[in-house]
Nanobody, 114 residues
Framework: VQLQASGGGLVQPGGSLRLSCVAS????????MGWYREAPGKEREFVAG???????NYADSVKGRFTISRDSTMTTLSLQMNSLKPDDTAVYYC?????????WGKGTQVTVSS
């Protein structure tokens, strides 16, 4: 499974961005997908997750502001980010999980600053 994330950029506080992650390869048995982020000097942290069946969960810090979704073929995973805050600044990574193996895409930088 190969993942390619995109959509990051510079945005002012209160603004919005939409991240996308395009998957290729054997995604037939993907169990779940998710977004993580890594801020400077901090460990990578969970942001949002989506199961094959469509269940979602979010980090408390992004609940009500971020929405994770996917297309019907599971080839594209998205993260709609609204009401962005400076604390959301980080490199964002997508991942797919299949039979216990975790696949990561290269990150996309999100910077929230005025």
């Amino acid at each position: 499974v190969q993942l390619q994330a995109s959509g990051g950029g510079l945005v002012q506080p209160g603004g919005s961005l939409r991240l996308s992650c395009v998957a290729s390869g054997d995604i037939v048995k993907i169990n779940s997908m998710g977004w993580y982020r890594e801020a400077p000097g901090k460990e990578r942290e969970f942001v949002a997750g989506l199961t094959r069946g469509g269940s979602t969960n979010y980090a408390d810090s992004v609940k009500g502001r971020f929405t994770i979704s996917r297309d019907s073929t599971m080839t594209t995973l998205s993260l709609q980010m609204n009401s962005l805050k400076p604390d959301d600044t980080a490199v964002y990574y997508c991942n797919y999980v299949r039979a216990g193996a975790i696949y990561w895409g290269k990150g996309t930088q999100v910077t929230v600053s005025s």
